[in-house]
């Protein structure tokens, strides 16, 4: 017996971006609408934020995480973007 899992349905993505480029770069993947989740590390690999992302989330809802971003871009000198897709 075989059983599918949701794994097999998602493909991820990593972009390495300094800190001035962050934000910009998460507002692209926010807009390109296929992104179901962002998940922001430093460069030791420890996770900052997740951001989940669902058809629902746009305008107010995402804009408590992408203020965070901001704070997080003012911080590091480099971090990994991971993206995880439909």
């Known amino acids: 017996m075989h059983l ?3 794994e097999k349905a998602q493909s991820k993505e990593e972009f390495r971006v300094s800190g001035e480029e962050l934000l910009k ?3 692209e993947l926010i807009a390109a609408g296929n992104a179901r989740r962002i ?4 460069e030791e690999g420890e996770t900052f934020i997740e951001i989940p992302l ?5 305008g107010a809802v995402l804009v408590p995480p992408l203020a965070t971003v901001g704070a997080i871009a003012a911080l590091v000198a ?4 991971v993206v995880e897709k439909k």
């Open 78 to 81: 480099k971090c990994t973007i």
């Open 39 to 42: 998940i922001i590390k430093n």
């Open 54 to 58: 669902t058809i629902g989330a746009i």
């Open 4 to 6: 599918m899992t949701d």
């Open 25 to 27: 770069k998460v507002k």
